[in-house]
């Protein structure tokens, strides 16, 4: 279990890597055997992926944001050495 205190993404937990490939297999499985429709499982395979990256974007975003608002604080802050 993941203390309250835990900073890791949720796309990089191993919980949820492991949650996303059940729900995959569980639908393979379902598209195969009693839907008989394997586009079905595509589409909804490429929606988990759109999502995963999606996930992966905003996490990115947020640290290029926190990086450019430190830069930033370094830059407004009075220079000691003058």
């Not at 995963?52 to 290029?64: D, F, N, S």
Request: charged content about 20%; overall charge positive; hydrophobic content about 55%.
């Amino acid at each position: 279990m993941s203390s309250a205190t835990d900073r890791t993404p949720l796309h990089r937990t191993t919980g949820a890597r492991i949650a996303a490939a059940v729900f995959l297999l569980l639908t393979l499985a379902y598209a195969v055997v009693i839907a008989r429709q394997i586009l079905l499982w595509v589409f909804i395979a490429l929606t988990v992926v759109v999502l995963w990256y999606a996930a992966r974007l905003v996490v990115a975003m947020e640290r290029i944001a926190k990086h450019l608002g430190r830069l930033a604080d370094m830059k407004s802050s009075p220079d000691d050495s003058d």
